[in-house]
């Protein structure tokens, strides 16, 4: 018996069949090849890689563009690359992927045209057309799908043939031309304090929340979440915004750390996201704008510890008291019966 599975790396990468890992980012494969299998896929003009990472176009609705992307064989030997598009979406991970081969295609991925297959000799490079047709009643926005170029091997595990398809490829964002409509909402937010138990130690706070675009334009997230006195920045120096594509969300996790609980913290998640142009950038002359919102956030952190130390503290004290109270008592208890003793001795002497 042969089960398959498959795995795929977009963006332009390397993938190697017949290591146990392939090179940063590529997808790898087990093969039963007596030589490895490497390749590359990128966007390319006629003469070959043209320094795209993706394809970026915009396109009216029944109008086409072509394009051509290079396929270059790595390995010794010459191979048939499998080629296919496929809708885009992005992973758990937040990187973009496509779709599995045996899940259909229901969106930009079925509106590129291209050769079923490339056969290219070792070293070599092939050059390949393709086509992207947009429906006439394609919706305005971005559409994303993704081009790969794979092969099929084959791997034992426990006696039994495991398929194993490994993809490399590259993004094809397609933005329909029309009327942009940029929306995004804050869904399943949740606060949390996580409470230190060392009563001299502060805790911290964690917040989750999804980020769901709603319109029909990528958008890039960023903000600024307020709570404690503090202001945390989504995302972080350096990094790159998070990118959500039309019907998708992401979720966002940060936290505020050496916060002393104080029974109840109001905030505020300040979002204020970008509208990508079809270049993947930030864009000034895209027509159309994204209002800035607001979220409240009321994280409730309750000082157990330092309540329990107090509580410690009281009891004790208490004791103290009532320890007091008990001896004081019986020293005025001995008093009275010892002036009692000496009045009935005295009553005994006057009598005699």
């Not at 595990?157 to 993809?167: F, H, I, M």
């Not at 009891?315 to 019986?330: I, T």
Request: aromatic share 6%; net charge negative.
């Amino acid at each position: 018996m042969t089960r398959f599975r498959s795995t795929t790396a977009l963006a332009a990468l390397v993938a190697v069949a017949g290591l146990a890992a392939g090179l940063a980012g590529a997808a790898p494969a087990v093969a039963e090849e007596a030589a490895p299998v490497s390749w590359s896929v990128t966007p390319a003009d006629a003469s070959g890689p043209d320094g795209r990472v993706a394809v970026e176009h915009e396109i009216d609705p029944a109008a086409s563009v072509d394009d051509q992307f290079a396929v270059r064989n790595l390995g010794a030997e010459e191979v048939t690359f499998r080629l296919a598009a496929a809708d885009g979406f992005t992973n758990d991970n937040g990187r973009f992927d496509i779709l599995p081969s045996d899940q259909e295609s229901v969106d930009s991925g079925t509106w590129i045209t291209l050769p079923e297959s490339v056969t290219v000799a070792p070293g070599g490079t092939a050059v390949v057309p393709f086509t992207i047709t947009v429906p006439e009643d394609a919706q305005p926005g971005d559409h994303a799908a993704g081009i790969t170029a794979s092969i099929l091997s084959t791997q034992q595990a426990d006696g039994t043939g495991v398929g194993v398809e490994s993809r490399v490829g590259f993004r094809v964002m397609t933005r329909v031309a029309g009327e942009l409509a940029p929306a995004f909402s804050v869904q399943d937010v949740h606060a949390d304090y996580r409470l230190s138990w060392n009563p001299l130690r502060p805790g911290s706070i964690d917040v989750v929340f999804d980020v769901a675009n709603e319109g029909n334009a990528r958008l890039a997230v960023a903000g600024v979440l307020t709570v404690a006195g503090r202001s945390i920045a989504f995302p972080a120096e350096g990094e790159t915004p998070q990118e959500i594509l039309p019907g998708e969300s992401r979720t966002i996790s940060l936290t505020v750390p050496r916060v002393w609980p104080l029974f109840a913290f109001p905030g505020e998640i300040a979002l204020a996201p970008t509208v990508i142009d079809a270049n993947g950038e930030p864009a000034d002359a895209v027509p159309a704008e994204v209002a800035p919102s607001s979220t409240d956030v009321l994280v409730w952190a309750v000082p157990w510890p330092q309540l329990l130390v107090v509580a410690g503290l009281a009891l004790l004290v208490l004791a103290l008291l009532w320890r007091r109270g008990r001896s004081k008592r019986r020293i005025e208890a001995l008093l009275t019966e010892a002036r009692e003793e000496g009045r009935r001795s005295m009553a005994g002497v006057g009598q005699g």
